[in-house]
C-alpha cells in the first residue's frame, strides 16, 4: 500500500515537471512563430477524502462543463495518499483537499504549526447516522442495547455512541462493540452485524437498493453538537493568503458546479459516470437525488459555515476531555466563497 502511494505522489511530482515544462515550451512557440499567446492557465490538485462519490459531484460538473476553465483553472482530481488530504493540502502538495470537522481537531490543536482551514461546506449538515435493519427494531438509540455495533474503536466515534444512546435513556455498557471495517454494509447487516455508522447517501441508499428495509438513526437529531460539518474543503492558509484571487475562483467555478447538481440531479449523475465509468450508474442517480437537496438545504449561499454550528461541536469535544480547546471560530472561513 505504501508503495504504492509513493508511486502515485512521485508521479504526481512528474506530472507537475511535465507540465511545467509544457507550459515553458507553450510560452516560447506562439511568440517564434509570431502567433497570439494562449492563455494561462493556473494548475490546482484537489485531493478527496475517499473514493469518487456523490459528495464529490460538483467537482467533476465543474471540471466537465468548463467552469473551472473559465476560470483560468487547469484542476487535477486526486484520490487521497494512506495519510489522507491533509498531509498533502499542508505540505502544499494540492492546493485543496476534502476532510471532515471532527477529523480536524487534531490538526488544529497540534504542536506543530500545521496551515489548514476549512474554506467550504460540500453538505449543509451531517447526514451520518446508524443504520440497521427494520427487522431488529432499532428505531431509537436505546434500541442498540444487546446489538452488535460495528466500532472503528476511536474515542470521538466511542464517546458520540454513548451519548446518544444515553440521551435516549440507554445503557451503553449494553452496547457489543464489534471491532470491524465494514466495506460492504448490505452483506454486513445480514450477518453478524446490527448496526453501522453510515454516510445515508452513499451506503444508506446501497441498502436500499440491495432490497433492505432499514432505520436511520441521524446523529444530528439526537444532539444538536453533533450536526457539524461533514464533509469540508480544507486548503493552505499560506497558500491562501498569497493567492486569494485563484482561491475565489476555485470556489466560484465548484459553486456553480454544486449549484448545476442541485438544479439537475440526472444530468449531474450522469456526468459523474461519465467521468468515473466504474461507479454503480443507478446508486449514483438515486444518491444524486437524495442530495441535491442536502448541499445548501436552508441556506442561500453554497459552501457556507455557520460559526456557532462550528464552535458548538469543537466545545463538546472539549468539555468532554476528547480535545484541547480550539478558539472560537478558528479553522474555518468564509472570505473565499463566491457572493
Request: hydrophobic content about 40%; charged content about 20%; proline content about 6%.
Amino acid at each position: 500500500m505504501k508503495k504504492n502511494i509513493a508511486k502515485k505522489l512521485l508521479g504526481l511530482g512528474a506530472a507537475a515537471v511535465t507540465a511545467l515544462s509544457m507550459t515553458a515550451c507553450t510560452q516560447n512557440t506562439p511568440e517564434a512563430q509570431g502567433e497570439a499567446e494562449p492563455a494561462e492557465m493556473t494548475d490546482i490538485t484537489l485531493v478527496l477524502d475517499w473514493t469518487p462519490n456523490t459528495n464529490h459531484t460538483g467537482f467533476y460538473v465543474a471540471q466537465d462543463q468548463g467552469y473551472f476553465a473559465e476560470e483560468g483553472l487547469n484542476v487535477s482530481i486526486v484520490q487521497p495518499p494512506e495519510d489522507g488530504a491533509v498531509a498533502m493540502v499542508a505540505s502544499g502538495q494540492a492546493q485543496f483537499g476534502i476532510d471532515f470537522q471532527d477529523y480536524l481537531p487534531p490538526v488544529f490543536t497540534s504542536e506543530e504549526d500545521i496551515p489548514v482551514e476549512a474554506v467550504a461546506a460540500l453538505i449543509q449538515h451531517n447526514t451520518s447516522g446508524i443504520i440497521s435493519l427494520k427487522e431488529d427494531g432499532i428505531d431509537s438509540p436505546k434500541g442498540l442495547e444487546g446489538m452488535n455495533y460495528a466500532t472503528w474503536d476511536l474515542p470521538v466515534e466511542k464517546a458520540m455512541m454513548q451519548n446518544i444512546v444515553e440521551a435516549d435513556g440507554g445503557d451503553f455498557s449494553k452496547v457489543n462493540m464489534i471491532p470491524e471495517y465494514v466495506e460492504n454494509e448490505p452483506a454486513a447487516l445480514q450477518q453478524d452485524i446490527d448496526a453501522i455508522w453510515v454516510y445515508y447517501a452513499w451506503a444508506g441508499i446501497s441498502c436500499k437498493q440491495a432490497g433492505l428495509d432499514t432505520n436511520m438513526i441521524y446523529f444530528k437529531d439526537i444532539t444538536p453538537e453533533f450536526d457539524y460539518y461533514s464533509p469540508v474543503i480544507i486548503s493552505n492558509t499560506n497558500w491562501l493568503s498569497e493567492n486569494p484571487e485563484t482561491a475565489k475562483a476555485f470556489l466560484r467555478a465548484t459553486a456553480k458546479g454544486y449549484e448545476y447538481a442541485i438544479a439537475d440531479p440526472d444530468s449531474a449523475a450522469e456526468i459523474l459516470c461519465k467521468q468515473v465509468p466504474e461507479l454503480d450508474a443507478e446508486l449514483v442517480k438515486e444518491s444524486q437525488n437524495w442530495l441535491a437537496d442536502q448541499y445548501k438545504a436552508e441556506v442561500s449561499q453554497w459552501g457556507y459555515i455557520d460559526q456557532d454550528r462550528w464552535d458548538a461541536f469543537f466545545t463538546w469535544l472539549y468539555e468532554n476531555g476528547l480535545s484541547d480547546e480550539i478558539p472560537a471560530g478558528f479553522g474555518f472561513t468564509n472570505e473565499y466563497l463566491p457572493e
